[in-house]
């Protein structure tokens, strides 16, 4: 199955009638259980893409889905069915465990007892 699939995502900010092509273009398929890593140099345009993929920002042109939900329309099911943590705040505690900080942000999106310990016990964690 397609986790993430892009269909020329593109990003132009306006700032003061300057128009700033933060990505471009970006056509993309990662399938579920790949381990896909994004590189490139500050300014690049990686949390760009991420913003419009999670659906935080709105694409300009082109479009995108993740697990099978389109970012523009199904916003909220895109939402539901992700995890994000940035890099551009505070979203993860250094004192906990990789586990332990699972725990914690599971139970601020409401999980409880099994569904909790469901969520981790993917075959990703062992
Ligand atoms: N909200 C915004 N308004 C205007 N321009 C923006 C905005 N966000 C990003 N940009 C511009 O878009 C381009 C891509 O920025 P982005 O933050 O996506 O890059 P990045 O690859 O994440 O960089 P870094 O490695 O520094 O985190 C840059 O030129 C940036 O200045
Ligand atoms: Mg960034």
Redesign the pocket.
Known sequence: METIKTQNLTKI?K?KRKE?K??QNINLSIQSGEIFVLL??????????LKTISTLILPTYGDGWVNGYNIKKDEYKVRRSIGLSTGFERSFYYRLNGYQNLEFFGTLYGLKGKYLKVKYDSPLFN
Do not use: R, Y
């Open positions: 900010f700032v700033i933060a990505i490139g140099p500050n300014g690049a345009g990686k949390t760009t893409f």
